[in-house]
């Protein structure tokens, strides 16, 4: 079955530091690939996709990730981090099932960003 | 640009009661669907429609039912509410099943 794994529950990086957010997927095929942030009250926002095509990826807000076939990973990165970019990030797979296809979520990391 | 618009933002119910939870989004879209989010277990699908007039089981339908009567509003029912079904309650939708997803603000959910 396809699934997600974000290994990472919890991260605190320093402002202006470096990001990167851990994807691994689980699928036979060329998979479409999503990353979601979620703010607190507030509901899931899309930073970037991928589908096909070049592997690397750029969003909104700075971010970027990489399709990585050989290591089934889809990482999100971001050079440097503003305090603003604390907040749930959610990756996330289509998965064919039922006759339809449907989105498949990671539990999520919990980014926190130190001054 | 409303997007996806839920309906309460927040509720409180006793064990036993019922309660409607009303979607309504503005962008045409003909996939809809529910999600409910607990923590550390991200986004679990309960309830999706892939039309007008069309409803069919997630991954934790269980307790709930849905309707799909106009395109633009998707509705989730809980019948006799259980404390298990406290959680975050997210609807969505997209285009077709394979494109990004848009998402409602929530509707925060405990059962006591």
């Known amino acids: 079955a396809q699934s997600v794994t974000q290994p990472d529950i919890h991260i605190t990086v320093s402002e202006g530091a470096s990001l990167e957010l851990r994807c691994n997927y689980s699928?036979?095929?060329?998979?479409?690939l999503f990353w979601y942030v979620q703010s607190p009250g507030q509901g899931l926002q899309l930073l970037l996709k991928y589908f096909s095509g070049d592997t690397l990826v750029q969003g909104i807000k700075g971010f970027e990730a990489e399709f990585k076939r050989s290591q089934s990973s889809f990482n999100l990165r971001k050079p440097s981090v503003h305090w603003s970019d604390a907040a749930e990030y959610f990756c996330?797979?289509?998965?064919?099932?039922?006759?339809?296809?449907?989105?498949?979520f990671g539990a999520g990391t919990r980014l926190a960003v130190h001054p | 640009n409303a997007g996806v618009t839920q309906t309460p933002k927040f509720r409180v119910l006793k064990t036993g009661q019922s309660m409607t939870l009303l979607c309504a989004q503005d962008?045409?879209?003909?996939?809809m669907y529910w999600y409910r989010q607990d923590p550390g277990m991200g986004l679990r699908l309960i309830h999706y429609s892939v039309g007008e007039g069309t409803t069919a089981k997630g991954e934790v339908p269980d307790g709930y039912n849905v309707s799909r009567l106009k395109k633009q509003n998707f509705l989730l029912g809980l019948e006799s509410a259980a404390p298990s079904q406290t959680s975050v309650y997210f609807c969505?939708?997209?285009?077709?099943?394979?494109?990004?997803?848009?998402f409602g603000d929530g509707t925060r959910l405990s059962i006591l």
């Open positions: 699928y036979g095929a060329t998979p479409y």
């Open positions: 969505a939708s997209s285009s077709r099943g394979n494109q990004p997803q848009h």
């Open positions: 996330a797979v289509v998965r064919f099932s039922g006759g339809y296809n449907k989105l498949i």
């Open positions: 962008m045409n879209h003909e996939y």
